[in-house]
């Protein structure tokens, strides 16, 4: 009888197994890297990606589950590394961890639309805890971690029941922790195989109930990240090819060895990404588009002259109908509730999506008038475009329709960095005020400079202005 489960090789094949191409290619070529290798505009995203982390992650820290998780007595002030925007030092894998979690809480981190995902967010806050010897290292070991997830990312396709978040990027904060810690090829092949056993089982369900654990897949990565190193350093192994094993049939599949080194070291993913002004999914900006270029067109609108609104758009996007929804992670993760607060708000910031506006009647009824389906030519574009189209129709009977083909801040339609420092500017001056807020501007920015990771990190350890 064969009792070999199909899909599960004997162990005499496997020992003939021998470590991929791409795989050989990527140890050499981290292990040779420094900052000084990416061109300048890849450098100078880089140093954009890392102010804005930082900016997401402070103000994400003052939500409140992430201030009464500090409150834990595991997580009791004192150890080497900062939890950004607490006033507080941790250990490092618990700062890694609140890290990663805060930068995720408002739905505001950059990403990457050729990976389908958020690679910095899962590499930032394990650089920083790993305690960089200086800022090009940091801005380095942030670029190259970045450029692994991204790519896991590129060349496989999750399961379309996982969330993104938790998966490939503990493969991105790993090879950045093992850049600062002078990793050798042998080392940086071994950990990239440890840690593709790594990544989280995550259910894409979580961000379309509002389930706030999914705010926790990123910090898990990072902490997960940190710990590969140190199992690598210690003589852990990780199986011959873990990355084609798992991403090639276990949580995704079709993996495509090209796609790891097809123009390495020439194109940069950071280089690549996208930043979010619309504190939302991804997948709502196309309608948010849409909608602010019909406000811009009728600059006398009412919210009470509107009868209602269609959105016609992408798959993904159509997913997002929920009218009603229970909390801040749901609400932004509905395109109806998306459009009728931006509408309140005049933008959808922050605040927009906070508890009282969750319970405002007026925003709760013009989302009710929202409809949202799936145009099945605009699903034809993927993944090359996002297109959205948005008809609102007033009360008088009159039909305005506006449609967009990408999100603004795409690759095809980026912001400007003066866009990135007024969004940084938003997001940290509640937390530090005007002059501490710029001070992180100018040492982020500057940080490979010399004495700047110094500067930088005495800063990011000042506590919020609400505990000044």
Known sequence: MNIVTAGVEPASVLLRRQRPEWLEEWGRFAASFSFADLPEEARDRTRLVLLDSIGVIAAGMQEPELASLLRQPTYAAGGTAIAIGAG????????????????TMLELDEGNQY?????AIHVVP?????????GAALLGAMALGYELGARIGIASKLRVTMHPHGTWGTLGAFLSVAHLRGAD?????????LASSLGLSTSRRTMLEGATVRNTYAGFSNQLGLMAWDLVAAGFTGETDGVGAVYGGIIAEDFQPSAMTDSLGVRWEIARNYF??????????????ALGMLRARLPGLRVEDIAAISVETYVWAAQLDLPAPANMLSAKFSIPFALATALVHGEASVPAFRPPALQDPAIRDLAARVTVREDLALTAQLPGLRPARVAMTLRDGSVHQAEVLTNRGDTE???????????FRSLAVPVWGEAGSTALLDAALEVDQAGGLDRLFSLLALPPRSMN
């Open 413 to 423: 339609d980026p912001y400007e960095a003066a866009d990135i420092i007024a969004k």
């Open 185 to 193: 090829a042998q080392q940086i092949m071994q950990g990239i195989n």
């Open 115 to 119: 990976a389908r995902g958020h690679p």
């Open 126 to 134: 394990a650089a920083l805890a790993a305690a960089p010897r200086d």
């Open 88 to 103: 507080h030092t941790l250990p490092p894998l618990l700062a890694a961890f609140a890290n990663g979690t805060a930068g």
């Open 276 to 289: 979010k002004r619309h504190a939302a999914c991804r997948y709502t900006h196309g309608a948010l588009d």
